[in-house]
């Protein structure tokens, strides 16, 4: 063990205009990567810490506190605090966003990002090591396009559960997230000879580009309380033969496609020999009320269904999986051989076991309880500061957004945060620009990104860079 370091200020000169505890957790870390604070050394306890740098100890207690969830440090019962491995910390630990000038965020918020630290790690290592011992030689070699086997059945299992699904493990095709699914439905519309596909206005910018790019233009449906207005599919010029939609719970504004629109938009698409692109990507994530099932279980003829592990999991793991027609799915496959033949195959497997054990049940189950506990601690603070606020999206999914009176309000409030480093969406963004009288302002705002150890510091950051303005009060 490393003697304890005595006087910290011969390693840390505090910033007091940064930020007292800023400051300090940003030397601390600085100190401790460099090697200058080696692991295994013993640091002073909070009140000697706070009597000589000339701060409170409350500073020192959120530092230390904050550095101890990160990995840095580690306390233990009469042991003090100790630095902990670099190694460690950089194996546990990952990585922070960065920040627009260069530096990290401190608190990300931004939407559809799910916890990354509650990866089920342990589930997951047993379900790679089973997959692993029982998987045939064929699975380390050039495999189907379509996908393993073992997880289109497992898939087609899980959705005709959990999503009221219609679907034969053969009409799957297993990709690596809604990105590529996307892109590849897009690509195989456009050679089929689709010219138009409507989209929701507002929509997640990214989607439009990648429509775009395979080909199609792209003909806007404006939302409102009810959802995508489905009238204006009918009636559009040029008329769109495909159309892309979030019905669960529509991005960004979180309201699901109402009853009456979802019949009428499945009459459209059989009446005018259109396909339906469903784009399910939060569908686990309900909190009041039952779930709502997919547009595919009632008309499987016209509705593609999309769907991810992305929020359920994790992003990396990069699986998603597509529900086709029997008419797109060689289309489809075709774009797929193209791209990139295959997706991985230990993944899949493992995913399959995931399902197939029931670990993956119990994973959405208890993140569905820990995001609804994370959205209500939001949604009550957001109310105590700030009573008159609009607050919308909050029945479904990762993120909930405010309202704001117009766009300048709301970069203002982005610029309040991004300088505290709080990583936030702004509405404004999900609009194509066209009508700028139609965009809508506001601040989009995920909840579960965060670690769980540093939820309610997180809520409290934001409380305190959206009452530094004091627009919200407006």
């Known amino acids: 063990m490393e003697e304890p370091v005595r006087r910290l200020d011969l390693f840390v000169d505090v910033d007091r205009g940064e930020g007292l505890r800023s400051s300090l957790e940003r030397r601390l870390r600085d100190a401790i990567a460099e090697g200058r604070l080696r692991a295994g050394t013993r640091l002073p306890s909070t009140r000697a810490l706070a009597l000589d740098l000339s701060v409170s100890r409350g500073t020192v207690l959120e530092a230390y506190s904050h550095l101890s969830a990160e990995g840095w440090i580690s306390g233990r019962s009469g042991a003090g605090t100790v630095v902990a491995s670099v190694g460690n910390i950089m194996r546990a630990t990952p990585a922070a966003p960065r ?52 997880l289109c059945e497992q898939l087609a299992i899980y959705l005709a559960r959990a999503r009221g699904l219609r679907v034969q493990p053969d009409r799957i095709v297993v990709t690596t997230g809604f990105t590529q699914s996307l892109n590849l439905v897009a690509r195989a519309l456009a050679e089929s000879g689709v010219t138009t596909v409507a989209m929701e206005d507002p929509c997640m910018p990214h989607h439009r580009e ?38 669960n719970r529509q991005h960004p504004l979180g309201m699901p496609l109402a009853p009456d629109r979802r019949s009428r938009l499945l009459k459209w698409a059989r ?63 075709v774009q797929k ?109 995920g909840y579960a990104a965060p670690p769980e150890h540093g939820y309610a510091a997180t809520v409290t950051a934001l409380m305190e860079a959206l009452s530094a303005t004091s627009l919200l009060e407006r």
């Open 99 to 150: 920040a627009a000038d260069g530096g990290s965020w401190r608190h990300d918020l931004r939407a559809g990002r799910p916890d990354p630290t509650s990866f089920p790690r342990t589930a997951w290592s047993r379900a790679l090591r089973r997959a692993l011992a029982t998987a045939p030689d064929a699975a380390f070699g050039h495999g189907a396009t379509r996908g393993r086997p073992e």
């Open 337 to 445: 051989r193209l791209l990139d033949w295959q997706t991985g195959a230990l993944e899949q497997l493992a995913f399959a076991e995931l399902i197939r054990s029931g670990e993956y049940d119990r994973h959405v189950r208890k993140m569905r309880l820990r995001y609804r506990r994370r959205r209500d601690l939001l949604v009550e603070a957001l109310r105590r500061r700030f009573p008159d606020a609009s607050i919308g999206g909050t029945a479904a999914g990762l993120d909930l957004h405010v309202l704001l009176p117009d766009i300048e309000v709301e970069r203002e409030l982005l610029d309040a945060a991004a300088e505290r480093r709080i990583a936030l969406h702004g509405l404004a963004t999900s609009y194509p620009g066209q009508d700028p009288e139609a965009t809508r302002a506001g601040l989009i705002v």
């Open 210 to 247: 990648i429509v775009l790019a395979a080909g199609p233009a792209i003909a806007p449906v404006t939302v409102d309380a009810g959802g995508a207005q489905i009238d204006s599919l009918a009636s559009g010029r040029p008329t769109p033969q495909a159309v892309l939609l979030t019905p």
């Open 271 to 333: 009446d005018m020999e259109c396909v339906v692109i469903e784009d399910d990507y939060d569908g686990e994530f309900r909190y009041d009320g039952p779930p709502i099932g997919a547009l595919q279980g009632l008309e499987p003829g016209h509705v593609i269904y999309a769907g991810t592990a992305s929020k359920t999991l994790a992003p990396g793991i990069r699986l998603g999986w597509l529900v086709l027609p029997p008419a797109l799915l060689e289309p489809t496959l």
